[in-house]
């Protein structure tokens, strides 16, 4: 009788590990398609409040963070650039702190360009804070291990930051 207990307890308790588990990778897919929303339609005040308050506070405040997205977009307009798609990947790997989730978000970025498009596989890192009410997204396009942690200072080094492969270009077919 006892170790019928004891079994299901042990069941249920992993039942409860894998439920919470999918429970975190749902939060980051969801506050992803917001972000990608973002990024394709260029809202920078949702990209702001998607941006991590560290990487805000060093740009200099919101409003000087806000410039700088804005100038990172009309760049990319400039050189006939125009993100169309941005996929978040299955394979999320996440650990938690006691203040935070930190994962590792696989994404594939489609951009427009003169003559075809560009397909790029990267990564994000997302942070989830206040008990995962705020989720965070941060380019890995400039970190890595070596400064990751001037951005989040107890970053679990078990998350590997995998490297960025190279974009892809396809030609458009006239």
């Given at each position: 009788?006892?170790?019928?207990?004891?079994?299901?307890?042990?069941?249920?308790?992993?039942?409860?590990?894998?439920?919470?588990?999918?429970?975190?990778?749902?939060?980051?897919k969801?506050?992803?398609?917001?972000?990608?929303?973002?990024?394709?339609?260029?809202?920078?005040?949702?990209?702001?409040?998607?941006?991590?308050?560290?990487?805000?506070?060093?740009?200099?405040?919101?409003?000087?963070?806000?410039?700088?997205?804005?100038?990172?977009?009309?760049?990319k307009?400039?050189?006939?650039?125009?993100?169309?798609?941005?996929t978040?990947?299955?394979?999320?790997?996440?650990?938690?702190?006691?203040?935070?989730?930190?994962?590792?978000?696989?994404?594939?970025?489609?951009?427009k360009?003169?003559?075809?498009?560009?397909?790029?596989?990267?990564?994000?890192?997302?942070?989830?804070?206040?008990?995962?009410?705020?989720?965070?997204?941060?380019?890995?396009?400039?970190?890595?291990?070596?400064?990751?942690?001037?951005?989040?200072?107890?970053?679990?080094?078990?998350?590997?930051?995998?490297?960025?492969?190279?974009p892809?270009?396809?030609?458009?077919?006239?």
């Amino acid at each position: 009788m006892v170790r019928n207990s004891l079994y299901f307890l042990f069941l249920s308790a992993g039942q409860f590990t894998l439920t919470a588990e999918a429970q975190i990778i749902e939060e980051i897919k969801t506050a992803g398609q917001i972000y990608a929303y973002a990024q394709i339609h260029g809202d920078y005040e949702i990209l702001l409040d998607f941006t991590y308050p560290v990487l805000i506070e060093k740009a200099g405040g919101r409003e000087a963070m806000k410039r700088i997205l804005r100038q990172i977009q009309e760049t990319k307009i400039n050189k006939g650039q125009r993100l169309v798609k941005l996929t978040f990947g299955e394979h999320i790997q996440y650990s938690t702190n006691p203040t935070e989730v930190h994962a590792v978000v696989p994404v594939i970025s489609t951009t427009k360009v003169l003559g075809g498009t560009i397909t790029t596989e990267s990564n994000l890192v997302a942070v989830g804070t206040e008990g995962r009410d705020n989720w965070y997204f941060i380019e890995t396009t400039s970190i890595n291990e070596q400064n990751i942690s001037k951005i989040l200072p107890n970053w679990d080094f078990n998350l590997a930051l995998p490297y960025n492969k190279a974009p892809v270009y396809k030609e458009d077919l006239h």
